[in-house]
């Protein structure tokens, strides 16, 4: 079975995926009077599992209703158990990156989602990370939460393709190619 580790975010135009207060409420402005999924639904039935950090677990949890049929597995070092209402369908990790990517095949799952502003800069720098599916907002929020690290990504990024969804956003899918170990 081929493994895929992806990313799948918004970003505003200016890079940040939460503004500076770590809220995402920009999103909700985006006139979207048909309702797209703008494609979330063609990458969730892709994938076996969600690998999410602790932050935005907190921001799911706050929703009320959870938006995921896939299992959740949410890595932390600080948490020493989930919420009640996440029994059954989020599962707390404390464990390395590469740690939660061996355990997470072992049990099946090939294809994951990797969720979350922090966890994403660290499966990035580490090199986890095989594909990124980036929707850019025509929105700019001057400052707020990188999604990207700070320092340079090893291997080669290809672009794959680029579409202009409900004619406002971008959406780049970009592949990260390995370097091969010397």
């Known amino acids: 079975m081929k493994t895929k580790n992806t990313v799948y975010l918004a970003q505003s135009l200016d890079g940040y995926i939460a503004d500076q207060h ?4 920009w999103l909700s402005k ?3 009077p048909g309702h797209s999924d703008l494609g979330f639904g ?6 076996d599992a969600i690998v999410m950090g602790k932050n935005t677990f907190e921001q799911v949890m706050r929703y009320g ?7 959740v597995f949410v890595l932390s070092q600080s948490l020493e158990k989930l919420p009640e209402q996440s ?3 989020a599962y707390l990790v404390c464990a390395s990156e590469q740690e939660v990517v061996s355990q997470l ?3 099946g799952h090939y294809r994951l989602y990797i969720d979350g502003g922090k966890l994403v800069q660290s499966f990035l720098t580490k090199g986890l990370i095989d594909e ?13 939460l990188k999604w990207l690290p700070s320092e340079p990504l090893q291997g080669k990024i290809s672009l794959l393709a680029t579409s ?4 406002q956003l971008v959406q780049s899918h970009y592949q990260i190619e390995k370097l091969p170990l010397v």
Do not use: C, E, R, S
């Open 22 to 25: 770590g809220n995402i409420d």
């Open 132 to 144: 990124l599916i980036v929707l850019t907002v025509p929105v700019v929020l001057g400052q707020g």
């Open 87 to 89: 029994k059954g369908k």
């Open 42 to 47: 063609n990458f969730m039935a892709d994938i």
């Open 164 to 167: 202009v969804l409900i004619g």
């Open 30 to 32: 985006i006139d979207n």
């Open 105 to 107: 095949h072992q049990l």
């Open 65 to 71: 209703q959870w938006p995921y049929d896939k299992p």
